[in-house]
């Protein structure tokens, strides 16, 4: 009797833990489509997606928030570009051949990049990498596009490298040992047998990478440049959407047009990240491995 009213109690605590979490997050979208669907009493959803100007103290103001959709889109693929096939390898190289010895010295240094603040590698972006970029590419300013790409694939490295290594091991021994068996060298073993068996938790691994790349704040506020322009070449500044909203909230009087763009711009930002969230779960979910008849 008191074991069961027991567990009926850890039962509703739970319960009750999970849906104050589907709380939280059913009040801050609702507040933000509150905040920014006002907008567009005023300005037309094409306008805002697709225009090219962003002067939102003119009156009236121009709130086109293309060039920072496009900019968040730049920043975030070329990164990713970097950020992948670094962190897939070297999630394979500590699973799958990495020793022992090797594997306690370099794992702890790819968490360690997760723990750093990123205002800490913005500012490594602003003061290290951009002078660099600006002595050796001849760029205008060292704030570009560029930068703001490295210091994320940086970032994004950690996730990608642990969640694609978790995967990796969690392939049943029986695979690599009937791979092997067959006569696969232990290379093809990795190549055509782990790596496909692994490939739910890898794009899942991708797609949360792309996801903190898409929403990160410090790093592009400080390392872009911070130019609402359409960029030309890699080393031209831009202003992703989290740069953009961070930086003018603070001056956007209360209620106004400009406070109403900028929840508008965060509800673009907020569906685009989702959309990112349902593609991991949907590559998961076709790709998940049922045991070892399933390849």
């Known amino acids: 009797m008191f074991s069961s009213s027991r567990e009926r109690a850890i039962r509703i605590c739970l319960t009750a833990i999970a849906a104050s979490s589907l ?8 507040f933000l489509f509150t ?32 060039p920072l959709l496009v900019g968040s889109v730049a920043v975030t693929v070329l990164s990713s570009l970097l950020a992948v096939p670094l962190g897939v390898m070297t999630a394979v190289y500590l699973a799958e051949i990495a020793p022992p010895f090797a594997r306690r010295v370099i794992k702890p240094f790819v968490e360690l990049l997760a723990a750093l603040p990123s205002v ?31 210091v994320l694939a940086i970032m994004s490295l950690p ?22 068996a067959l006569g696969a060298t232990r290379w093809e073993t990795i190549v055509r047998v782990v790596v496909p068996a692994s490939l739910s938790g890898i794009g899942t691994a991708i797609m949360l990478g792309m996801s903190r790349a898409m929403g990160e ?3 592009v506020l400080m390392a872009a440049g911070g130019a609402a322009m359409l960029p030309q070449s890699l080393l031209d500044p831009v202003r992703p959407m989290p740069a953009s ?51």
């Not at 709380?23 to 609702?30: E, F, N, S, T, Y």
């Not at 590419?137 to 560029?146: I, R």
């Not at 929840?263 to 979910?285: C, D, K």
């Open 217 to 219: 704040t410090m790093v």
């Open 120 to 150: 800490v590698l913005g500012f490594l972006g602003m003061v290290v990498l951009a002078p660099i970029l600006q002595d050796v590419l001849g760029a205008a300013t060292g704030l570009n596009l560029l930068n703001a790409s490295l």
């Open 23 to 30: 709380l939280a997050l059913a009040g801050i979208v609702i």
């Open 35 to 66: 905040e920014g669907l006002p907008l567009f009493r005023h300005v037309g959803p094409l306008d805002f997606l697709l225009g090219d100007l962003w002067y939102p103290t003119e009156d009236p103001g121009l709130f086109g928030i293309f």
């Open 159 to 180: 996730t990608i490298c642990s969640v694609s290594e978790d995967a990796l091991r969690a392939v049943p021994r029986s695979l690599r040992e009937a791979s092997l």
């Open 245 to 295: 909203i961070a930086a003018e909230m603070a001056e956007a009087p209360f209620r106004s047009d400009h406070y109403y763009a900028l929840f508008a711009t965060g509800i673009v930002l907020f569906l685009m990240t989702l959309a990112f969230n349902m593609i991991a779960s949907r590559i998961a979910e076709k790709h998940r491995q049922v045991g070892s008849a399933s390849l």
